[in-house]
């Protein structure tokens, strides 16, 4: 392939901002502490909110309707140290029924690191629900280990709230619609830092219309999907104030799979904003 126009066809250097980098074949295969140094949150103390999914070539987030056709033994690795390191679960109430979740329980040895890291065996499970079009007898929640919470908002069916209530603590937030920056100052409060939102795609738009997403771990399959699926993020064609920007932390390769790691760009809104709370 030849070089830029005015050069000549070969070997050219690289320039600020199009240097490239081989990422495969690295320097060797990672195991779990390797894996686990490079997904752990940078600073437990301070409150996070990481979004993960996978996600085909061509952008779809599922096939046949599920997420797990697109998934492989190395993104389900991942998927469990994200679950290991979390506060707390986040989920749309869609994804919970589509996906099909059970009780949100880790084996015995992320439990293990949880304890000896300070935490609760096993992270409380949220779902952002409008409408609480959820079953209180859904084994999620009626079986969770930890009791879950459900964030809605104050025009809610009052009939679903009470019957949620049984197996939930319900956070009404917003008036007609859930608020999402106060749902993470609740959940913040009750201790809860380090929050991991698995989706669906409506969710992740609203957090990221919101500008609340400091994180975005991404699995990209290598397949096809074709044009039917939906992509990982749902709702207005543009985000408020115009897209965000996020520095990727690793590419990682597990066979044909790729696993990326974006963190909030120092020069985002929501950075700059903090930065000028804190100066």
């Known amino acids: ?80 140290l994200l679950r290991m390191f979390c506060d707390a679960l986040i989920v749309g109430a869609g994804t919970l029924r589509n996906e099909g979740y059970g009780p949100l329980r880790l084996d015995e040895r992320r439990r293990a690191w949880r304890r000896a890291h300070g935490l609760a065996e096993c992270p409380p499970l949220v779902v952002v629900s409008a409408r609480l079009d959820l079953d209180p007898a859904n084994p999620a929640l009626a079986e969770a280990p930890v009791r879950p919470v459900v964030l809605t908002h104050a025009n809610a069916p009052a009939a679903a709230r009470a019957a949620l209530g049984a197996v939930a603590d319900v956070l009404a937030l917003g008036d007609a619609v859930v608020d999402l920056p106060a749902a993470l100052a609740a959940l913040r409060a009750r201790g809860l830092r380090q929050l991991l939102c698995e989706g669906g795609p409506v969710l992740f738009g609203s957090l990221a219309a919101a500008d609340l997403v400091d994180e975005v771990c991404l699995s990209i399959s290598p397949l096809v999907a074709g044009p039917g699926a939906s992509r990982i993020i749902a709702g207005p064609p543009e985000l408020p104030g115009g897209a965000r920007r996020y520095a990727l932390r690793h590419a990682l390769a597990a066979d044909d799979l790729l696993l990326l790691r974006y963190v909030r760009s120092s020069n985002s809104p929501a950075a700059v904003a903090d930065s000028s709370a804190q100066a």
């Open 1 to 80: 392939m030849g070089g830029a126009a005015g050069e000549p066809a070969g070997r050219s250097g690289g320039r600020a901002g199009d240097e490239m980098h081989v990422l495969r074949p690295g320097p060797g295969v990672l195991d779990d502490a390797d894996l686990a140094a490079l997904y752990a949150p940078d600073d437990p103390a301070v409150p996070a909110l990481r979004v993960n999914f996978v996600a085909s070539v061509d952008g779809a987030v599922t096939v046949d309707g599920h997420s797990e056709g697109l998934s492989s033994p190395a993104d389900k690795r991942v998927f469990g």
